[in-house]
């Protein structure tokens, strides 16, 4: 830990020397980061499995009962320092670098699919920040597996998921509508991608729309899932 704690002040101040960004490898170097292994989230889900084992079922405590419209969750690591500083500066400073590597290294331990297709930034929230962080990572996924991207979906603009409470986000169900792209789709194996899974809704209600032109299978690719808080930290 005081590894890490040195080698992100590190980082910060050779980013102010320099006044840029680091390159991604320095970055994940400096962090000593490595994403995690394989087979430690819920593959339903995408929560630690530290957080809460699986069951006969497959699902952990934590979506026990619940029904999703993606398939299963491939990610690289925990929402949590540093890939939560990171997220955060591929959309704050446009670091689209970063959101190609951790694209790639998401391509890298993705299940066979045949299209990509980006969770969608209204284009005005776009223009205003820059960046489409989801199209970006959606993009070095489909180079590194060589396969198109579908922009099959887009956002409505009254839907606006930061500061929205927990409730709100999961009745939230009709953020989406389908472009004219998604009657393509029929019958695709669909990597469905977004930067975090946070409750699950954005992915919930993206995969729902998908699975209204028949595709095979929905494979929702992010780079870091919030885990649960515990209960004892739950203040
Ligand atoms: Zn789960």
Redesign the pocket.
């Given at each position: 830990m005081e590894l890490k704690i040195g080698s992100r002040i590190l980082c910060a101040l050779h980013s102010l020397m320099l006044w840029r960004l680091p390159t991604p490898t320095d970055a994940i170097a400096f962090a000593a980061w490595e994403a995690d292994a394989l087979g430690s989230w819920?593959s339903?889900?995408g929560?630690s499995l530290r957080c809460s084992a699986t069951g006969a079922d497959g699902?952990?405590a934590?979506?026990r009962g619940r029904q999703f419209a993606y398939h299963a969750v491939t990610r690289l690591g925990s929402y949590h320092d540093p890939l939560d500083v990171w997220v955060r500066m591929i959309k704050s400073r446009g670091w689209k670098a970063m959101a190609e590597h951790l694209g790639m290294m998401l391509a890298a331990r993705a299940p066979p699919v045949d299209i990509v297709v980006p969770v969608p930034m209204h284009r005005i929230r776009r223009e205003v920040r820059g960046i489409d962080h989801a199209g970006e990572l959606a993009r070095a996924i489909a180079v590194a597996l060589d396969v198109p991207v579908c922009y099959a979906l887009t956002q409505k603009l009254a839907a606006r998921q930061m500061g929205a409470s927990r409730t709100a986000r999961l009745l939230n169900t009709q953020r989406f509508q389908l472009s004219r792209a998604a009657s393509s789709l029929a019958g695709a194996r669909i990597a469905l991608v977004d930067d975090v899974r946070t409750t699950g809704s954005t992915l919930q209600s993206a995969a729902a729309q998908l699975r209204d032109v028949g595709v095979a299978r929905i494979e929702a690719l992010v780079v870091a899932v919030r885990d649960p808080v515990p209960e004892e930290e739950d203040l």
């Open positions: 819920c339903r889900c929560v699902a952990c934590e979506c």
